[in-house]
């Protein structure tokens, strides 16, 4: 049986070009998503997916991810000693769902080179990686999803989403055997990083959830830079096929862009309708324009 999945690792160096000017000094992954910063769901769902060591790979500016994943005594005392109970047990159990470790990408260099930062760390067996643009709501946490097959065939296991084929040249595309239809389990034969629509071997695109076998830090460090200059983990996976079995599970959820202003906009909207004390407020601004 394979060892516990335990560690999770988040890419969190990106510069957020498509958010300029507000990223030129804030952290993309702390722009709010309703109520809290958008890598706050993904670290809930590695969480609730039973991951006690969270790995961020951060650079320069992402400070405020540290300070916001610590301890804050000065805010705590505070609102203890004005009787904001429920809002202190909100703030302290921020700090303390899990272990956080932070590993510096000197310079962002693709999502291959931020998964080979975190090396140090989660060389000794099987972790999860979460892409924190990718939020997902679902019933059981996408990852867990993941982690389910993983127990069940072993190897590496990526998540999948049938995407319209006019959209796959925005993802890496798996050409796969349908290996558990009911499951939605595939069994991948090879992956093409942003084909175009003539070249895609399907519709399915990988999506921002990973578990990946401890293998992959050297193949990465043997990969050359491939598209945009960048190391694609899209490539290295590929080798990992010769090695090992990598599947595909088409995981069971709702996915929320937030990795442009126009997706991540949405996604705010969309939540906030979810939300009965919120829905009344978007729906009240938007009467205001008709």
């Known amino acids: 049986?394979?060892?516990?999945?335990?560690?999770?690792?988040?890419?969190?160096?990106?510069?957020?070009?498509?958010?300029l000017p507000v990223t030129k000094e804030i952290a993309k992954e702390m722009l709010p998503l309703v109520n809290r910063p958008i890598i706050s769901y993904g670290v809930e769902e590695a969480v609730n997916s039973g991951c006690n060591d969270i790995v961020i790979i951060t650079g320069r500016t992402k400070r405020s991810i540290e300070?916001?994943?610590d301890r804050s005594f000065e805010l705590e005392n505070l609102l203890k000693s004005k009787g904001s109970i429920k809002?202190?047990?909100?703030?302290?159990?921020?700090?303390?769902?899990?272990?956080?470790?932070?590993?510096?990408?000197?310079?962002?260099?693709?999502?291959?080179?931020?998964?080979?930062?975190?090396?140090?760390?989660?060389r000794d067996s099987y972790f999860g990686v979460i892409l924190p643009d990718d939020v997902i709501k679902a019933e059981s946490p996408a990852l867990s999803q993941l982690i389910r097959v993983h127990e069940k065939l072993g190897g590496s296991v990526i998540a999948l989403e049938e995407v319209p084929r006019s959209e796959v040249s925005r993802y890496g595309i798996v050409d796969a055997d349908v290996f558990d239809e009911t499951e939605g389990i595939y069994k991948i034969r090879d992956?093409?990083?942003?084909?175009?629509?003539h070249e895609s071997p399907s519709r399915l695109a990988i999506i921002g959830r990973y578990i990946l076998s401890p293998?992959?830090?050297?193949?990465?460090?043997?990969?050359?830079a491939g598209i945009g200059g960048e190391l694609q983990l899209t490539d290295a996976l590929r080798r990992l096929l010769q090695e090992e079995p990598v599947w595909g599970v088409i995981y069971k959820g709702e996915r929320f862009d937030c990795g442009t202003q126009d997706g991540w906009f949405a996604a705010n909207v969309k939540l906030a309708m979810e939300t009965p004390e919120?829905?009344?407020?978007?729906?009240?601004?938007?009467?205001?324009?008709f």
């Open 87 to 122: 809002l202190y047990e909100i703030i302290h159990a921020i700090a303390s769902m899990a272990n956080f470790m932070y590993v510096r990408q000197p310079e962002p260099l693709g999502l291959g080179h931020a998964v080979l930062c975190g090396e140090p760390i989660c």
């Open 1 to 19: 049986m394979s060892p516990k999945i335990s560690r999770c690792l988040f890419p969190a160096a990106g510069l957020g070009t498509r958010f």
């Open 215 to 224: 293998k992959i830090f050297k193949i990465l460090s043997d990969t050359e």
């Open 67 to 69: 300070d916001y994943f």
């Open 191 to 197: 992956m093409v990083e942003k084909p175009s629509v």
């Open 278 to 289: 919120l829905r009344r407020i978007v729906i009240e601004a938007v009467k205001n324009f």
